[in-house]
């Protein structure tokens, strides 16, 4: 397996904060590619008192993954009805995205590894970005970081 940034320009890691509590923060860090249709990520969740790591997250080439899925919410900038969720295929990581008057998304990232297990736990936080700029954004840099801008991972 080799390390996904070897080039210098690359960022090695992408964080997410809360425009509401800066405390609050979402991390994608040390990808890896496994092979040309799969890598892996870790995910970290931080705000006051709670600091959570979920290592070896899949990424896909074939289009299911998260980059789309933010895409979608920032094509809908001007808003929707209800929640809207996505999950890896494990459902260890699962992003729930609702609209709030005044233009603005609230993503709820949950971390919940060894669901089956006796030794599970889960945590979770809400990021509140702007509906425009800010979740277009975030949806090109998750896209950048999962390396998928030309169809595949580095």
Request: aromatic fraction near 10%; glycine fraction near 10%.
């Amino acid at each position: 397996m080799s390390s996904r940034y070897a080039a210098p320009d690359e960022p090695a890691e992408l964080t997410v904060r809360c425009q509401d509590d800066h405390s609050v923060s979402v991390k994608f860090c040390d990808l890896f590619d496994e092979d040309e249709d799969l890598a892996h990520y870790a995910i970290e969740v931080c705000a006051a008192g709670l600091n959570a790591r979920l290592d070896g997250l899949p990424t896909w080439n074939w289009g299911g993954d998260l980059a789309p899925f933010l895409e979608k919410l920032t094509e809908d900038f001007r808003g929707w009805d209800g929640e809207r969720v996505w999950q890896t295929i494990d459902r260890d990581l699962t992003v729930r995205a609702v609209f709030r008057s005044g233009g603005h998304v609230g993503l709820t990232w949950t971390l919940r590894p060894w669901q089956m297990s006796v030794g599970s736990w889960e945590a979770s936080v809400t990021t509140w970005l702007e509906a425009g700029e800010q979740m277009s954004a975030l949806a090109t840099d998750v896209r950048h970081f999962l390396g998928q801008e030309a169809g595949h991972h580095g």
